[in-house]
Nanobody, 117 residues
């Protein structure tokens, strides 16, 4: 599967953005999807994930209650709705996917999110 992320931009503290991830290839519905982020000088971290079928979601503690991951398998799309953005959310965000029982082996190009105070 190939992934392409979009939707990044610059917002002020408290603003919202929705990231989109377009997937190509067959059987997208059989992949778990997720979003990682990496800020300059910091380690990469997983922000949110959703299992294939959408039955299970996980969030980093730092974004719980503010970010929501979603997927539309018919459209081969995944989304990350980000509300109440903070300057510490500034990072490059990556859409990722994994097949059942494997690691996050599929990565899209990053999309930059900048939150100013």
């Amino acid at each position: 599967v190939q992934l392409q992320a979009s939707g990044g931009g610059s917002v002020q503290t408290g603003g919202s953005l929705r990231l989109s991830c377009s997937a190509s290839g067959r059987a997208f519905r059989n992949y778990s999807v997720g979003w990682f982020r990496q800020a300059p000088g910091k380690e990469r971290e997983i922000v949110a994930s959703m299992s294939w079928g959408g039955g299970r979601t996980t969030y980093a503690d730092s974004v719980k209650g503010r970010f929501t991951i979603a997927r539309d398998d018919a459209k081969k799309m995944a989304y990350l709705q980000m509300n109440s953005l903070r300057p510490e959310d500034t990072a490059t965000y990556y859409c990722v996917a994994q097949q059942i029982g494997t690691h996050w082996g599929y990565w899209g190009q990053g999309t930059q999110v900048t939150v100013s105070s």
